[in-house]
């Protein structure tokens, strides 16, 4: 990739990716460069080098870095993978050699172990810094499950200095009903390694009669205290077909029993099933009035191509637009000139904005719509977005 920074026709820095693969498709070698300046010499390397056992397994990866372009390795780490008859990892040895003269610097490595069903067990970390023999960090991990393979209890067992002194602990217990659901999840940590408990939190699922998750309650204690200091609930409803309805989820963040914020969400669809409009509503203060709304409206062809989606936002909930996000897509058809003569339709997506106060911005290039719209997040934008970049992506599928 060349990047003109300046856009005076001069290349101001470049940079690329070049991989190699095996005759089954794995990604055997990785070399990476750079030209920081962008006057054609190069000023850093990075080759990452990959082996296989015959059924397809990792077994080393070494990776080495070059970060003034002058030929000697400034950087190698190597990491080297064991398995079982199963194909699950066993043991994973790291070694790294910090300043590229040819000495280990550090050691880590990892050992795991499995029941007869392939769940993980147990899994002990250890690491030497500085290569003297002595163990700098060791942590473990134990897991539990039930017949059904559910995972019923994780804890974590961590010794950050090498002391042999435990220095933190979280442990997770899990319940399921008779479908195999989660019903509810304990998480309790200690942080100092002193006893006590430091933070603990609920998870209570309920699931309605067609086994989707319908409400969502958490609870959590966060200076140890054995009280409430956070609660929420999220409410989930459904139509017959399964598609979300309404999403509301309320917030009390300072135990009193009141709601400090709310967020809804509400969702509609066509006969065919195609997402029609979605409308999402923020009360940031929990004073029952409405602090932010957005909406998105699509349109389909008697084909379900979708022909627009249209996406406006009022930030401060005056009634008034603050945002205005258009999207049109047209389609053209790809013929596939193999012996079944199929043809598929893709679509050009072209998207225009409208920032504040109405003023037109031009589209730029880009590549995913998902992204456009991910980026307009009504719960984080409160005060409108006036930098937004549009897209125009051209799709197309390869044959």
């Known amino acids: 990739m060349e990047n003109d920074d300046g856009g005076d026709g001069s290349i101001d820095s470049y940079e690329s990716t070049t991989r190699t693969y095996d005759r089954q498709g794995r990604e055997l070698t990785v070399l990476y460069i750079n030209d920081y300046d962008g006057d054609g010499s190069i000023d850093s390397h990075h080759l990452t080098t990959n082996t296989y056992d015959r059924q397809g397994h990792l077994l080393t990866s070494v990776f080495e870095s070059d970060e003034s372009g002058n030929g000697s390795i400034d950087f190698r780490e190597s990491t080297t993978r064991t398995y079982d008859r199963q194909g699950h990892e066993l043991t994973s040895v790291t070694i790294s050699d910090n300043d590229g003269d040819g000495d280990t610097d550090s050691y880590a490595s990892t050992t795991k172990t499995y029941d007869r069903q392939g769940h993980l067990l147990t899994s002990v970390s250890a690491s030497d810094y500085e290569n003297n023999g002595n163990i700098d960090f060791r942590a473990s991990t134990t897991k539990t499950y039930d017949r059904q393979g559910h995972e019923l209890t994780f804890i974590y067992v961590a010794d950050y200095d090498g002391d042999g002194q435990t220095d933190f602990t979280q442990s997770i217990t899990k319940t399921y009903d008779r479908q195999g659901r989660e019903l509810t999840v304990v998480d309790a940590s200690d942080d100092n390694g002193d006893g006590h408990i430091n933070y603990s939190s609920s998870t209570t699922n309920t699931y309605n009669r067609q086994g989707r998750q319908s409400i969502v309650v958490f609870e959590g204690d966060y200076n140890d205290d054995s009280l409430i200091d956070y609660h929420n609930t999220t409410t989930t409803t459904y139509d017959r077909q399964g598609r979300e309805l309404t999403v509301v989820s309320e917030h009390d963040d300072d135990r009193d029993g009141r709601i400090e914020s709310r967020y809804s969400t509400l969702k509609t669809y066509d006969r065919q099933g195609h997402p029609l409009t979605m409308v999402n ?35 401060n909930a005056d009634g008034k ?18 012996r079944s003569s199929s043809s598929r339709v893709t679509p050009d997506i072209r998207t225009m904005s409208l920032g504040q106060a109405g003023q037109s911005r031009p589209a730029l290039f880009g590549h995913e719509l998902s992204d456009q719209l991910a980026s307009l997040d009504p719960f ?15 799709l197309r599928t390869r044959f």
Request: hydrophobic share 25%.
């Open 281 to 315: 509503v923020q009360d940031s203060n929990g004073d029952g009035i409405t602090d932010y709304r957005d909406s998105t409206i699509n349109t389909y062809d008697r084909q379900g191509n979708q022909l627009t989606a249209i996406f406006t936002s009022d930030s």
């Open 321 to 338: 637009m603050d945002y205005r996000v258009e999207t049109i897509f047209t389609y053209q058809e790809l013929h596939n000139h193999s």
């Open 380 to 394: 984080h934008n409160r005060q409108g977005i006036d930098h937004f970049s549009s897209v125009d992506a051209n």
